[in-house]
């Protein structure tokens, strides 16, 4: 691997006509530089997100089921495959392949890991790996920030925050809401494991969060008090049972999927990113569909709020449940790799594309 400028030039194919199709160089991006060029402009990424929901909306994408790799022997670890392709002035193509080995935490790791492969949209040819974990907290979190801001039009703008789940993605999500225009006067932090509420806890105050800062001793008191629920857990399977603990009518960020009971989700107005994707896998909304019989507790996407199709109720709880789309991670993705381009910092693995001959 050898570091090159941001005119490095796709590789030619030998005996080709000028103006043919060429193979791309194939560019390796860090973690390091993830973030590197991710830190700082949460505001840019909410409008890159908005604009992609805009085009899957709009039906200028493919975003087909993810896939899940599950194994017998380690039943609560999982891979998932994510592929994906947006068009727009995005224009690439690929694929995001994420683990999920809750175990890794006992010994100090990240319960996530990922890398990215963006494919040229001409060619097919894989151009670069990008490492993901950091791309997917990222994408995942602005896409609740986002949320957030617009299913809170019409109802007074929460104040109280609380945090279900005090992990790397509730960090990310409480960053990309403080960057993005949001300050509270409370922020709630309950978590199973009271080193994790601990440790967040110690991020807030870190970051300079305004307000008090509680922890809870349940999830119960927390949701009772907060505003704006957030929860970013590990949970397989509901735990969260009580309609009543939502007598508020706060707004909800479900973005771990599986933590409400179907009959909370039932008694709720509810918006997803995709219907197709959220109603499977097990998730709450797919529980609440079985248990219901149909999908009309789905009252629209975010894209339907995005183009004022749809308005969210304010005298109701109101739950966002993203599954998550491949497409927002092919458009963080791209924008990482044009700017490590743009910079010209580029890890380029010369000779990646070996037999570029037909026929030798």
Known sequence: MTGTDATAQPAPVP????????????TVVSGTQVQQVLEGREAEIGDLVESVYRLHGAGDSVNPPSYFLRFPDRPSSRI???PASVGGDVRVDGLKWISSFPGNTAAGLP???????LNDH????????????I???TRTASSAALAADRLSRGRPRPVRVGFVGTGLIARYIHTHLTATGWSFE????????????TGFRGYLERSGAKGRISVHDSAESLIRSSDLVVFATVAGEPHVHEAGWFGHAPLVLHVSLRDLAPEVLLASANFVDDVEHCLKAETSAHLAERLSGG??????????????????PADRTVVFSPFGLGVL?????????DEVARRGEPHVVDGFFHELRRHG
């Open 15 to 26: 005996g080709a006509a000028p103006g043919a199709l060429t193979a791309p160089a194939f």
């Open 80 to 82: 998932i495959a994510l």
């Open 111 to 117: 319960r996530a890991s990922a890398v990215l492969i």
């Open 122 to 133: 001409d060619t097919g040819y894989p151009f670069a790996c990008l490492e993901s974990s």
């Open 135 to 137: 791309i997917s907290a």
């Open 186 to 197: 409370e922020t709630g932090v309950f978590d199973l494991s009271a080193d994790s509420a």
């Open 295 to 312: 999908r009309d507790f789905i009252d629209g996407t975010l894209d339907d709020v995005l183009s004022g199709r749809v308005t969210a």
């Open 329 to 337: 991670d092919l458009a963080v993705g791209k924008f990482v790799h």
